[in-house]
């Protein structure tokens, strides 16, 4: 009888399944891109944050909490990344694609994950 309750539900995907289907694996690894990209750059600005090296640091810790199981609010990288914003503040055209790409996948992840 308790096994009922902890069964799948056919049409309900494994946790695996759902983060493949959102891209998840793949936001990890071009969050990982990002961290290495704000490396090269020292200094500048933007409106959350202080420097590129203030940025990469507090993205080496998000990537962390994201791995490690200890955060899935993604709100911040969604502010972070979205066009004209931080990233393309300390950053510039050199990472534009993979910033509008990392958005795009943050913005999918908080839309189909908003309340749950």
């Known amino acids: ?5 902890f069964k799948k539900k056919p049409n309900e995907l494994s ?16 969050l990982h891109k990002a961290e290495k990209i704000l490396e090269e ?3 500048g600005y933007s409106n959350n944050l202080d420097s590129a090296q203030d940025f990469h640091s507090h ?3 998000y ?9 899935t609010d993604l709100s911040e990288l969604w502010i972070w990344f979205a066009p004209t914003c931080d990233w ?14 990392i958005f795009e996948r943050v913005y999918n992840w908080k839309k ?5």
């Open 88 to 101: 393309d503040d300390l950053v510039g055209m050199e990472g534009m694609e993979l910033g509008n790409r």
């Open 59 to 61: 993205l080496v810790d």
């Open 15 to 30: 946790k695996v399944e759902y983060w493949k289907k959102w891209e998840f694996f793949e936001l990890v690894d071009d």
């Open 63 to 71: 990537i962390d909490d994201i791995e490690y199981g200890n955060r």
């Open 1 to 5: 009888m308790i096994n009922r309750f």
């Open 112 to 116: 189909h994950n908003s309340g749950k």
């Open 41 to 43: 750059f020292k200094g």
